[in-house]
């Protein structure tokens, strides 16, 4: 790994089985869902689980930056993942995430599935997203 390797984002929505994914096969993302959309303690253990099963992971060792949520805890170790946290309490110089990254990754990656799916159709291609 380099640092350029690209994961599949998570996306966590309120619905086990949302109807706009009906009939998709494949996802350009993970998708989990619960009840208030909330990132959680087991949905992210469950995340850095599957991470930590990818082969690219298993060669090397990855460092994962993340902020101080409570919901990022986890006591679990992996064989191919360090989790460091952010300082509590830091201002958003310190958390880009606060920036408006989200946000500003959000409407790109949703360009992106946008222009892709209207590529697909105007070449005739059977139309995929995944």
């Known amino acids: 790994m380099t640092g350029t390797d690209k994961i599949k984002p998570l996306l966590i929505g309120k619905s086990a089985k949302p109807r706009c994914f009906k009939g998709i096969k494949t996802y350009p ?5 619960n009840k ?6 087991a949905l992210f253990e469950k995340w850095l689980s599957n991470l930590n099963k990818k082969k690219e ?15 990022h805890k986890t006591k679990k170790k992996f064989n191919s993942i360090e989790v460091e946290f952010l300082p509590p309490n830091t201002t958003s110089q ?7 990254i989200i946000q500003n990754f959000k409407i790109l990656y949703r360009k992106e599935v946008i222009c892709k799916m ?13």
């Open 57 to 71: 992971f298993k060669r090397e060792k990855v460092l994962l930056l993340i902020d101080n949520c409570t919901a």
């Open 118 to 130: 209207v590529n697909d159709i105007d070449e005739g291609r059977s139309f995929s997203i995944g």
């Open 94 to 100: 310190l958390q880009p995430m606060d920036q408006g």
């Open 29 to 33: 993302l993970d998708y989990e869902s």
């Open 36 to 41: 208030k959309a909330w990132m959680t303690s």
